[in-house]
C-alpha cells in the first residue's frame, strides 16, 4: 500500500512520435487558457479520463461543457481525454498530464479568489484512481499524490469530483475547510455504468447529465444525484454504492460566487441513460 501512496505510472509500447504528439496537445491546451481576471473569483474547469475506455472520454467531455457553462469557465476549461469512439482530439489523460495540468493552474490561478473545479473519472480501487491506456500505461492515482500535487500548485479553493469505484478513500485526506469533494461511492463500495459502450456511469449521468444541469446549489444536486444513484441500483439489485459529499466550511462562502453564474434554465441531458429505465 505504501508504495501505491507514490502514484506509480507505467509507460510502454508508446513511440516517440505518439508521445512528442501528445506533449505538444497539453502544451498547446495549456497555453491556451485565459489567464485570471484580479478581483474575480475565476473557475478552472479540469476534467481528465484516466481510462481509455471510451465511456470515460465521453463522460470528461460532457463533463467540461456542463460544468464550463455552470461555473462561466469559457476559455479556462480543459479537458484530458484519449479517444471516445468518434474523436481523438485532446491531450490523452495519464497522472503525468494531470499533474502537469495542475502545475500550470497553479501558476496561473490566484490562489486567494480562484477555484479549481476537477473532475476524475474511471476505474478506481481501495488505494486510489486507476490509469489504464490500452496495453501502454498503467498506474494508480492516490489520494497522498492528488493531494501533494494541490499542495505544490498552491491551489487552496477546490471542487473535486471523483467518479470510480472506491473513490471514498479520497474523501478523508482531499476534505479541508476550502474543499468541497464528491465522490461517486464509498470508500468500500464499487459504484456502476462503467461499461466501454455507455456514454455516462451512473454517477456522472446523475451528477453532471441531469443534477448540475439545474440551477440548484452543488450540495442540492449532489442530493439529486445520490437519490438518483440509489433508485437505479435498488432496481438493478446492486449492492449501493453510497456515494460521499463533504462541503468545508470555507467554500460554503465562496461557492455561491462561482455557483452565481450558472445558467437560470437547466440544459436537457444528453446521450444514452446509464441506466435503462
Known amino acids: 500500500r505504501t508504495s501505491f501512496e507514490l502514484s506509480p505510472e507505467l509507460q510502454r509500447g508508446f ?9 505538444r496537445r497539453l502544451d498547446a491546451a495549456l497555453t491556451a487558457l485565459a489567464p485570471q481576471r484580479p478581483g474575480t473569483p475565476d473557475a478552472y474547469v479540469l476534467t481528465i479520463a484516466l481510462d481509455s475506455d471510451p465511456v470515460f472520454a465521453r463522460e470528461a467531455r460532457e463533463a467540461a461543457r456542463v460544468l464550463g457553462a455552470r461555473y462561466g469557465a469559457a476559455g479556462r476549461t480543459l479537458t484530458l481525454a484519449g479517444p471516445d469512439g468518434t ?97 461517486a461511492a464509498a470508500s468500500t463500495r464499487t459504484s456502476f455504468g462503467c461499461k466501454a459502450e455507455n456514454d455516462w456511469t451512473f454517477f456522472g449521468d446523475a451528477l453532471i447529465n441531469r443534477a448540475l444541469r439545474q440551477p440548484v446549489a452543488l450540495e442540492e444536486a449532489a442530493r439529486m ?18 456515494p460521499q459529499v463533504s462541503i468545508g466550511g470555507e467554500a460554503t462562502r465562496w461557492l455561491p460566487m462561482i455557483e452565481a453564474r450558472m445558467p437560470a434554465v437547466a440544459s436537457a441531458p444528453v446521450g444514452r441513460p446509464a441506466f435503462a429505465e
Open 15 to 23: 513511440s516517440a512520435a505518439h508521445i512528442r504528439a501528445q506533449q
Open 87 to 183: 474523436r481523438d482530439d485532446h491531450p490523452h489523460g495519464s497522472i503525468t498530464a494531470l499533474l502537469l495540468a495542475l502545475d500550470h493552474l497553479g501558476e496561473v490561478m490566484d490562489p486567494s479568489e480562484d477555484v479549481l473545479v476537477l473532475y476524475t473519472t474511471s476505474h478506481g480501487a481501495g488505494v486510489g484512481l486507476a490509469y489504464h491506456y490500452g496495453d501502454s500505461g498503467y498506474g494508480v492515482l492516490s489520494p497522498q499524490r492528488l493531494k501533494a500535487a494541490l499542495e505544490e500548485a498552491g491551489i487552496k479553493r477546490r471542487v473535486l469530483i471523483i467518479s470510480a469505484c472506491y473513490s471514498g478513500v479520497f474523501v478523508p485526506l482531499l476534505a479541508s475547510p476550502d474543499t468541497a469533494i464528491l465522490t
Open 225 to 242: 444525484a445520490s437519490r438518483s444513484v440509489a433508485e437505479w441500483e435498488a432496481r438493478a439489485r446492486y449492492l449501493a454504492s453510497l
